[in-house]
């Protein structure tokens, strides 16, 4: 197959690739950054069960932290929200992981079609 063929033929699959990429990302929901947690606690009351041997916790109580202008906010959730929460954490690691793939696509894609044909010597 000649050089120019295989190259044609090479920049259409990265071409495909791109496309299969980019409709992977149509179908990503909801996105959210930060960290879903969840927590057990002991209360300030003396005679509490948490305070027991062995000691009996509080809760389990959900949390979401993330950065917002620099910031530490965390929330308080219910079961289902930190449900959703953590869905939406999901498709944002997905988000990154498809636009780095389709970077890497487009970076060798750029190589092939920047890089001249080299000559044949006639």
């Given at each position: 197959?000649?050089?120019?063929?295989?190259r044609?033929?090479?920049l259409?699959?990265?071409?495909?690739?791109y496309?299969?990429?980019?409709?992977?990302?149509?179908?990503?929901?909801?996105?959210?950054?930060?960290?879903?947690?969840?927590?057990?606690?002991?209360?300030?009351?003396?005679?509490?069960?948490?305070?027991?041997?062995?000691?009996?916790?509080?809760?389990?109580?959900?949390?979401?932290?993330?950065?917002?202008?620099?910031?530490?906010?965390?929330?308080?959730?219910?079961?289902?929200?930190a449900?959703?929460?953590?869905e939406?954490?999901?498709?944002?690691?997905?988000?990154?992981?498809?636009?780095?793939?389709?970077r890497?696509?487009?970076?060798?894609?750029?190589?092939?079609?920047?890089?001249?044909?080299?000559?044949?010597?006639?």
């Open positions: 197959m000649p050089e120019s063929a295989a044609t033929e090479q259409a699959n990265y071409q495909r690739q496309r299969e990429l980019a409709a992977q990302l149509a179908e990503i929901g909801f996105i959210a950054t930060g960290t879903v947690i969840e927590r057990s606690t002991r209360c300030g009351t003396p005679g509490c069960r948490c305070h027991a041997d062995p000691p009996r916790l509080h809760g389990l109580y959900y949390q979401w932290t993330t950065k917002v202008a620099g910031k530490t906010v965390t929330r308080r959730l219910t079961s289902r929200e449900a959703l929460y953590r939406w954490i999901a498709n944002n690691r997905r988000l990154r992981q498809l636009i780095t793939q389709m890497q696509i487009s970076t060798r894609a750029a190589e092939l079609i920047l890089t001249p044909d080299t000559p044949t010597g006639d």
